[in-house]
Every structure is written in C-alpha cells, then in structure tokens.
C-alpha cells in the first residue's frame, strides 16, 4: 500500500508559472524525498528533507514539511517546459514507500 | 560512472516462462532494491538487499526470487511469468542511512502475454 499521496493528481501551467505539489503520509518517518521521472525513464532523486527539517532549497526547488499535519510540498519555481514530468513523493520510516505521483505538464 | 545499469530494457514472455532481470551498480552502494510500477500506482517494493549476502521481502514479493550475487550486482527472477506481472520493473541501490536518497536505474519494461 502507498504511504505517501500525491495532490493533484495533474497539474498543468504555462512556462514561467510557479508550480506546487502536496504530499501527504500516515505514519512516522526518518525523512521525505521528492523524485522526478520523465516518460519511459528512471526516477531522479531531487531533495531528501529530514524529519527534523522544516525548509530545504535546492535551485528552483522548495521543499517544506509539516510533521505535526504529515504533510509535504514542492515548488517549483519559474517553471520550464523541461520540467514536463512526474514528480513523487517517498517516506522513509521503517521501509519506504512512494505515492502514486503527480503528472505535471508545464506548456511553452 | 555508469550508476545503476539494468538489462534488458524490454521483455516479452509468454505465460509460464521464466527470466532474469539483472541489475548492477558501480557506485559501491550497500543496498539495493528491486520495485515495479504499475499505471496510476507509485512504486512497490519487491525485495530488497541491506548488504551483501543478505535480502528481505517487500510488499509484493510473491512470484519473484532475488540474487545478491555480490555487492555490485541483485538479480530479481521470474520463476512463472503470469500476466500479472506485467509492468515496469526499476532496480534502486543507495548508501546506508537515512541522510540518502536513491539512485534508480533506466527500467525493464516487462509484458507477459
């Protein structure tokens, strides 16, 4: 079963656009990591957030957690149409589990 | 420094065949992992190895053996192949701890028909 769960399912912007993913989890976890995976390829590990973590950049990317809601985001900020991809969310507790992503197309 | 490096990319089998999905990894990692993906699902955990000369199931082993052959290189087999177990199949490995995240291979897309 899935632990974390992505929202929205898609998400479409225009090139430039800020975009924003929300993951949420149930149970307790060491950390939170967000991975990208383009059409028909592996997924690319982006950021690790530790559970005593409540902020991280990395570039473009923002990652917050809220352990107390068990809740995650991304942004992605001044998106490009090179960004087009799945991105997912995965706890790391006792095992890891991924969600089940959200599609995001970014549009020239 | 190739990463993770899995063959082969695709794989059709009929039903009741069996196969081997190999995996290696040059980055000296100590676990490695083997997940499937299927439409609209995230990733499961079939088996995975902690170190060498160990492994353990995950969520969905059941249909699959695994090989930690040596420390670069966790097999995963298809003893029966069924319908079923049609899907992508991605091999992972990372460093112990829990300040690491994965390093996923290009997948094996799999179809038993």
């Known amino acids: 079963s899935q632990q974390g769960e992505e929202d929205p399912q898609a998400l479409s912007i225009q090139e430039g656009e800020n975009a924003t993913m929300n993951c949420s989890y149930k149970?307790?976890?060491?950390?939170l990591q967000w991975y990208r995976q383009n059409s028909g390829r592996g997924l690319v590990h982006l950021i690790l957030?530790?559970?005593?973590?409540r902020e991280k950049h990395s570039g473009r990317l923002r990652v917050t957690l809220d352990t107390s809601k068990k809740s995650s985001s991304l942004l992605i900020t001044a998106s490009r149409a090179a960004d087009t991809a799945s991105y997912f969310c995965?706890?790391?507790?006792?095992?890891?589990?991924f969600g089940a992503g959200t599609r995001l197309t970014v549009k020239p | 420094n190739a990463g993770v490096t899995q063959t082969p990319k695709f794989q059709v089998l009929k039903t009741g065949q069996s196969m081997t999905l190999q995996c290696a990894q040059d980055?000296?990692?100590?676990?490695m992992y083997w997940y499937r993906q299927d439409p609209g699902m995230g990733l499961r955990l079939i088996y995975y190895?902690?170190?060498?000369?160990?492994?353990d199931k995950g969520e969905v082993p059941n249909g699959y053996n695994v090989s930690r052959l040596n420390k670069r290189e966790f097999s995963l087999r298809l003893e029966s192949a069924a319908p079923s177990q049609t899907s992508v199949y991605f091999c992972a490995s990372k460093l112990t701890g829990i300040n690491y995240g994965y390093t996923f291979g290009s997948g094996t897309r799999l179809t038993v028909v």
């Open positions: 980055m000296n990692h100590n676990s």
């Open positions: 190895s902690a170190s060498e000369g160990t492994t």
């Open positions: 995965a706890t790391e507790g006792s095992d890891m589990r």
């Open positions: 957030i530790r559970s005593n973590e």
């Open positions: 149970t307790s976890i060491n950390n």
